[in-house]
């Protein structure tokens, strides 16, 4: 297993939550690095990343409440959750992909179910 998601949770509305992802490949040879989540009869969703280009990028629903860092030197990668709301309720996977000259790599954490009640 590459990548290791944890701290998901029961959780009311207007809490938070953190999740981390353990990265057990080097964090330097990444070229995406995020979190996704998939909702219950929804298809999987980009929530969170370290895109390709250097920049950080939201999904338009939890700009503002959500943070993702990472600390490389403990190779681990972080989703702060703040003021969740019932429809947050997901699974919650980290996603990491590599660029070779044989292609892409996509790696997938095993996922951390987070649920927000109302």
């Known amino acids: 297993v590459q990548l290791q998601a944890s701290g998901g949770g029961l959780v009311q509305a207007g809490e938070s939550l953190r999740l981390s992802c353990e990265i057990r490949?080097?964090?330097?040879?990444?070229?995406?690095l995020g979190w996704y989540r998939q909702a219950p009869g929804k298809q999987r969703e980009l929530v969170a990343q370290?895109?390709?280009?250097?920049?950080?990028e939201y999904v338009d629903s939890v700009k503002g409440r959500f943070n993702i860092f990472k600390v490389d030197s403990k190779n681990v990668m972080y989703l702060q959750m703040t003021g969740l709301k019932p429809a947050d309720t997901a699974v919650y996977f980290c996603?990491?992909?590599?660029?070779?000259?044989?292609?892409?790599?996509?790696?997938w954490g095993q996922g951390t179910l987070v649920t927000v009640s109302s």
């Open positions: 996603h990491a992909d590599q660029l070779s000259a044989q292609g892409k790599s996509d790696y």
């Open positions: 490949i080097s964090i330097y040879s990444l070229n995406t």
């Open positions: 370290f895109a390709g280009n250097g920049k950080i």
